[in-house]
Nanobody, 116 residues
Framework: QVQLVESGGGLVQAGGSLRLSCAASGSTFNIYSMGWGRQAPGKQRELVATVTRGGSIDYEDSVKGRFTIDRDNAKNIVSLEMNSLKPEDTAVYYC??????????WGQGTQVTVSS
């Protein structure tokens, strides 16, 4: 089992920046990848950034060049630096982890609101 706790989020004006952090606990030795997903009202949850234990990173197209994911394997922390935020980035952001067996875990979520 893996537990994920997010911090950060909040309200920011368009063009601003926010940083999210997530701390993993439990069976962290078994985590293969970590990342962030988001869910806007009326939409499905989507992964926006992931990073593997080996450091391979993938971004969803709409956040490329604006969001940066960073992972500290020793501390089991994954962060998401979000710059040039847009109103369409407004969503609940969830920390995500996947273990080597393919099982996925989600945090409780943190609200990010970008005002125009």
């Amino acid at each position: 089992q893996v537990q994920l706790v997010e911090s950060g989020g909040g309200l920011v004006q368009a063009g601003g920046s926010l940083r999210l952090s997530c701390a993993a606990s439990g069976s962290t030795f078994n985590i293969y990848s970590m990342g962030w997903g988001r869910q806007a009202p009326g939409k499905q949850r989507e992964l926006v950034a992931t990073v593997t234990r080996g450091g391979s990173i993938d971004y969803e197209d709409s956040v490329k060049g604006r969001f940066t994911i960073d992972r500290d394997n020793a501390k089991n922390i994954v962060s998401l630096e979000m710059n040039s935020l847009k109103p369409e980035d407004t969503a609940v952001y969830y920390c995500y982890a996947r273990d080597f067996s393919g099982r996925g875990y989600w945090g409780q979520g943190t609200q990010v609101t970008v005002s125009s």
